[in-house]
């Protein structure tokens, strides 16, 4: 199956610095890399997802790269704001008989400091 | 469209009892996958249904059991509880298919404390 590295694990920031969080993967079949917002109490959501024929996206003040040569891929935060405190999930799917699940990073949990 | 609902949001159970948890997809949605999530362990994946079959099964023991209808709503079961199945169960809906490029939309989740 997957395996899906992520780090770090926390991450503190002063409001207006960018957070970057990496993550590494194992299956080179995998194509599809979701990131996920979780705050505290609520569901994970997802914020931004990439998939293998691209290299890169962004969205407003998140972006996403991917490295399918080194099996990893980031997730950018520019111009971070305290509303961006969260736990913040990577995954990558596995791949099997026509099904697939999602294996998540352990999370990072952002801290923004105003 | 309305969101992935699960019920019921919170349990509380004594070790040996069982549960059942209850999750409706997205309309339109027919795959359901279920995962348990935990301050040590992270989002760890259970089981996946797709038009009322399992199609995938993680890594946990036979007392975790699941089920999805013909409405696509899937229930999972857990039995003969113990202190460690405490977690926010979590069930997240996607298009399905046979597509490994489908999002997942999570559910709020069932807070589940075992005493």
């Known amino acids: 199956g997957e395996n899906v590295e992520q780090h770090p694990s926390t991450l503190s920031v002063q409001e207006g610095d960018s957070a970057v969080i990496k993550c590494t993967y194992s299956?080179?079949?995998?194509?599809?890399f979701p990131w996920y917002k979780q705050e505290l109490g609520k569901r994970p959501q997802l914020i931004i997802d990439?998939?293998?024929?691209?290299g890169e996206k962004k969205d407003q003040r998140i972006a996403v790269t991917l490295n399918k040569t080194a099996k990893h891929f980031s997730l950018h935060i520019t111009e971070t704001q305290p509303e961006d405190s969260a736990v913040y999930f990577c995954?990558?799917?596995?791949?099997?008989?026509?099904?697939?699940?999602?294996?998540f990073g352990k999370g990072t949990k952002l801290s923004v400091i105003p | 469209k309305a969101g992935v609902t699960q019920t019921p949001r919170y349990l509380i159970k004594t070790r040996g009892q069982q549960v059942t948890l209850s999750c409706s997809p997205i309309?339109?949605?027919?795959?359901v996958s279920w995962y348990q999530q935990t301050p040590g362990q992270g989002l760890q994946f259970l089981f996946e249904?797709?038009?009322?079959?399992?199609?995938n099964k993680g890594n946990f023991p036979g007392r975790f059991s699941g089920r999805q209808f013909s409405n696509s709503r899937s229930e999972m079961n857990v039995s003969t509880l113990e202190l460690g199945d405490s977690a926010l169960y979590l069930c997240?809906?996607?298009?399905?298919?046979?597509?490994?490029?489908?999002?997942?939309?999570f559910g709020p989740g069932t807070r589940l404390t075992v005493l």
């Open positions: 309309s339109g949605h027919r795959s």
């Open positions: 990439i998939r293998s024929n691209v």
């Open positions: 249904y797709f038009s009322e079959t399992q199609r």
């Open positions: 997240a809906s996607s298009s399905g298919g046979r597509s490994s490029t489908d999002t997942q939309y």
């Open positions: 995954a990558a799917p596995y791949s099997g008989a026509g099904s697939y699940q999602l294996t």
């Open positions: 299956d080179s079949a995998s194509n599809y």
